[in-house]
């Protein structure tokens, strides 16, 4: 059971925009910044966003991240096939003194 | 371009030790200022986080590994080792070396900027 709650899968037509959500609490997402990580099958995960809704270079502005109290969202725009992928949020967690990762949403686009 | 690789064994026997090494190129560990990490990906399941070292200073360790794991730096070598004993097939999973960016448990921002491709261990006698 993870720490941080995210939906297992989401469904998405090619084109439109997805939300995924990751729900947390008061010593995680609460009181530290998210971050965001996109693992395509067979990959590495990559980091997608940071300090909550931050993006590297690289990653298109399609992707943007938010928080508000103790969840965070994950927004991507425009989807294309080449972001079917597991999207994980991930956290320090002030109380158990550990990261924390959450379990994962794989996103398909139709 | 910091740049992770992982290496190790594919396959260990049950009860014995997992050893795997992550090499550091494009940077010195010494003089980063980062925490490095392991995590851990089970077949079709999840990330999950194994533990997070400071070369020098504070490591910190996932609850249900903490009585079987170690990880440990050799700065010399631009080298951070893994380390979990008395392994049983619930350990069988691709293992990944991380840099992360930021300081724990300090309030600002901490995540994972640097992954490695990753190393897959079996646990089977």
């Known amino acids: 059971q993870s720490v941080l709650t995210q939906p297992p899968s989401v469904s998405v037509a090619a084109g439109q925009m997805v939300t995924i959500s990751c729900s947390g609490g008061s010593f995680n997402i609460g009181n530290n910044y998210v971050s965001w990580y996109q693992q395509s099958p067979g990959t590495a995960p990559k980091l997608l966003i940071y300090e909550n809704n931050k993006r590297p270079s690289g990653i298109p502005d399609r992707f943007s991240g938010s928080k508000s109290g103790t969840s965070a969202t994950l927004g991507i725009t425009g989807l294309q096939t080449g972001d079917e992928a597991d999207y994980y949020c991930?956290?320090?967690?002030?109380?158990?003194?550990?990261?924390?990762f959450g379990g994962g949403t794989k996103l398909t686009v139709l | 371009q910091v740049q992770l690789q992982e290496s190790g064994p594919g396959l260990v026997k049950p009860s014995e030790t997992l050893s795997l090494t992550c090499s550091v190129s494009?940077?010195?560990?010494?003089?980063?200022?980062?925490?490095w990490g392991w995590i851990r990906q089970s077949p079709g399941k999840g990330l999950e986080w194994i533990g997070s070292v400071y070369y020098g200073g504070t490591s910190y360790y996932s609850a249900s590994l903490r009585s079987r794991v170690t990880i440990s730096i050799e700065a010399s070598q631009n080298q951070i080792f893994l380390r979990l004993s008395s392994v049983t097939a619930a350990d069988t999973a691709q293992y990944f070396c991380a840099r992360h960016v930021g300081i724990a448990a300090a309030g600002g921002d901490f995540y994972i900027g640097v992954w490695g491709r990753g190393t897959t261990v079996a646990v089977s006698s």
């Open positions: 494009g940077g010195a560990i010494s003089s980063s200022g980062r925490y």
């Open positions: 991930g956290t320090w967690d002030s109380s158990l003194s550990a990261w924390v």
